[in-house]
């Protein structure tokens, strides 16, 4: 299997830790290639993660390449991926401010901030469900199929992209997110900007990348 992706994925843990988007046992990634995820063990810290302990599995779940069991969190990933082609990475992590405001049940609208109409977008709240049960798996794959971004209730965050590096991009502007909208909060509330002017800005955006081609 493709070394290059497994050590991607270990210094995504890395990453994850040092910018405090993630402690050391919490979370799991994973990437998609072609037949084959690539995933995070489960029982290893994500901050000392080696290429070696990264495991290759089959949209079965079955291991094909590596030693211990994969994320427990496994199916969740397995659904995304048959749900959207677009999505070859996931990142699921327990950011503090973003897992805060998962305690508190408290989603994140798509309209405050340049972030959260351009990058991530609206950020649902999934209801809670036992960690590592098919209805867990249900819930986030049936989210995940129309949003970048979102929060698992009581529970954690998860970004998606068509790679490792914009999914970790989505999770550190989802945490900082959760951040200003926390200061908002206590300065009074949070104003929204009004429809006119994210029309403007999406279509200013779109022009952008048009142009970048």
Request: proline fraction near 5%; charged fraction near 30%; include cysteine.
């Amino acid at each position: 299997m493709k070394r290059n992706i497994k050590e991607e994925i270990g210094e995504i843990g890395k990453r994850l830790y040092r910018a405090n988007l993630n402690g050391g046992y919490g979370g799991n990634f994973s990437v998609r290639d072609e037949e084959n995820i690539y995933i995070t063990p489960a029982g290893v810290p994500k901050d000392v993660l080696d290429y070696s302990d990264i495991l290759v599995i089959d949209f079965k779940g079955n291991v094909i390449e590596g030693l211990g069991r994969p994320s427990s969190e496994i199916l969740f990933h397995i659904f995304i991926y048959k749900k959207r082609e677009d999505v070859n990475a996931i990142i699921h992590a327990h950011p503090p401010f973003a897992t805060g405001f998962s305690i508190a049940h408290l989603p994140i609208e798509g309209n405050i901030h340049e972030e959260s109409v351009t990058v991530i977008g609206e950020v649902p709240i999934i209801p809670y469900e036992l960690t590592s049960s098919k209805e867990l798996a249900e819930r986030v794959s049936d989210v995940m199929k129309n949003h970048e971004a979102a929060l698992i209730s009581n529970h954690g965050a998860i970004t998606v992209g068509e790679d490792l590096e914009k999914a970790f991009r989505k999770m550190e502007d989802l945490d900082n997110l959760c951040k200003m909208v926390l200061v908002a909060t206590i300065m009074g509330g949070v104003k929204k900007i009004p429809p006119e002017k994210i029309k403007a800005l999406k279509e200013l955006i779109s022009a952008r990348v048009s142009k970048s081609k």
